[in-house]
């Protein structure tokens, strides 16, 4: 009875391993890491070591708090990143609260798929690495323009601005990262200003601080020399135009002027030679007699 019972465990060992054999002959993906920088966060692993005659394909998957607490485990593919032929995955879109992910990913060849290789510890968003953000400064005016590129969606700039020489008056603004572009405006014409800024997530979670910025302030850009400079033009045109009017008619020849100014005659209701007739019927001739006045002797 022992030996059957022996038998039959060896057997159950036998079919267990040919099993696993079937399922993963394909080494599985090695080093998986993530790197995220300004919450980009990116998936990397090396390739399994053996050869695959067809091409070699990857998928990975997700596991946050909801999943593991609310949905008993359950690990979510990743739209983007299933059968695709990079080493690499961006989750940005995926990770998508401030809790701890489990990530894991397989390879896979033709039919033969590798274990999965989970990521080790589990990542969080706010272990990102905040750089410096990009930023440019312009005088437009009497005002400051400060310009950033590419920023941390979820983030926020903060701004510092002083008067050069008096850093300890530093004046603080607070920019959400999808405006992208800030106004300083009524600033001192001719004095210099500085710019620093810094990309900021939480109270703990701060980029590093850009190099200060410093430019003129010029004040009304052109102001000061176009409205006279119009004025100016205006006035020299007009008294042009009126010149050339009066040197036509002044030096204008006769022929010339018929020919520029020609008379047109007057309408027959103004003609003082007119000769108005009027018709009277013949009933009312009769009624007027000729009247000869003779003078008194």
């Given at each position: 009875m022992m030996m059957?019972?022996?038998?039959?465990?060896v057997m159950m060992v036998v079919v267990m391993m040919i099993l696993l054999?079937?399922?993963c002959t394909l080494a599985a993906p090695s080093s998986a890491c993530m790197r995220s920088v300004?919450?980009?966060h990116v998936l990397r692993w090396r390739p399994p070591l053996a050869a695959c005659d067809t091409a070699l394909l990857y998928s990975v998957q997700f596991q946050g708090e909801f999943e593991l607490m609310h949905l008993k485990g359950t690990w979510l593919n990743a739209p983007e990143c299933q059968l695709i032929p990079h080493t690499r995955c961006d989750l940005t879109f995926d990770l998508g609260s401030d809790s701890d992910y489990n990530l894991r990913v397989r390879a896979q060849c033709g039919s033969e798929l590798s274990a999965w290789t989970e990521l080790s510890p589990p990542?969080?968003?706010r272990d990102t690495?905040?750089?410096?953000p990009a930023m440019s400064?312009?005088?437009v005016g009497d005002a400051l323009q400060v310009t950033f590129a590419k920023l941390p969606l979820t983030a926020v700039v903060s701004v510092t601005v002083w008067k050069s020489g008096d850093e300890l008056q530093a004046v603080v603004y607070t920019m959400p990262a999808d405006q992208a572009v800030l106004h300083v405006a009524a600033l001192q014409e001719g004095a210099e200003y500085c710019v620093r800024a810094q990309t900021v997530l939480d109270a703990r979670i701060r980029s590093g601080s850009t190099d200060a910025e410093c430019v003129f302030i010029t004040g009304r850009p052109d102001g000061a020399w176009k409205r006279p400079t119009t004025v100016g033009v205006t006035v020299i045109a007009m008294a042009a135009l009126l010149f050339a009017v009066f040197w036509s008619v002044v030096h204008c020849r006769p022929h010339a002027c018929?020919?520029?100014f020609h008379k047109e005659p007057l309408p027959r209701s103004l003609d003082p030679d007119w000769d108005i007739q009027i018709q009277v019927s013949p009933e009312e001739a009769e009624l007027y007699e000729p009247i000869h006045v003779s003078a008194a002797p």
């Amino acid at each position: 009875m022992m030996m059957v019972v022996m038998m039959m465990v060896v057997m159950m060992v036998v079919v267990m391993m040919i099993l696993l054999d079937q399922v993963c002959t394909l080494a599985a993906p090695s080093s998986a890491c993530m790197r995220s920088v300004d919450m980009t966060h990116v998936l990397r692993w090396r390739p399994p070591l053996a050869a695959c005659d067809t091409a070699l394909l990857y998928s990975v998957q997700f596991q946050g708090e909801f999943e593991l607490m609310h949905l008993k485990g359950t690990w979510l593919n990743a739209p983007e990143c299933q059968l695709i032929p990079h080493t690499r995955c961006d989750l940005t879109f995926d990770l998508g609260s401030d809790s701890d992910y489990n990530l894991r990913v397989r390879a896979q060849c033709g039919s033969e798929l590798s274990a999965w290789t989970e990521l080790s510890p589990p990542f969080n968003r706010r272990d990102t690495v905040l750089m410096a953000p990009a930023m440019s400064v312009t005088a437009v005016g009497d005002a400051l323009q400060v310009t950033f590129a590419k920023l941390p969606l979820t983030a926020v700039v903060s701004v510092t601005v002083w008067k050069s020489g008096d850093e300890l008056q530093a004046v603080v603004y607070t920019m959400p990262a999808d405006q992208a572009v800030l106004h300083v405006a009524a600033l001192q014409e001719g004095a210099e200003y500085c710019v620093r800024a810094q990309t900021v997530l939480d109270a703990r979670i701060r980029s590093g601080s850009t190099d200060a910025e410093c430019v003129f302030i010029t004040g009304r850009p052109d102001g000061a020399w176009k409205r006279p400079t119009t004025v100016g033009v205006t006035v020299i045109a007009m008294a042009a135009l009126l010149f050339a009017v009066f040197w036509s008619v002044v030096h204008c020849r006769p022929h010339a002027c018929q020919s520029y100014f020609h008379k047109e005659p007057l309408p027959r209701s103004l003609d003082p030679d007119w000769d108005i007739q009027i018709q009277v019927s013949p009933e009312e001739a009769e009624l007027y007699e000729p009247i000869h006045v003779s003078a008194a002797p």
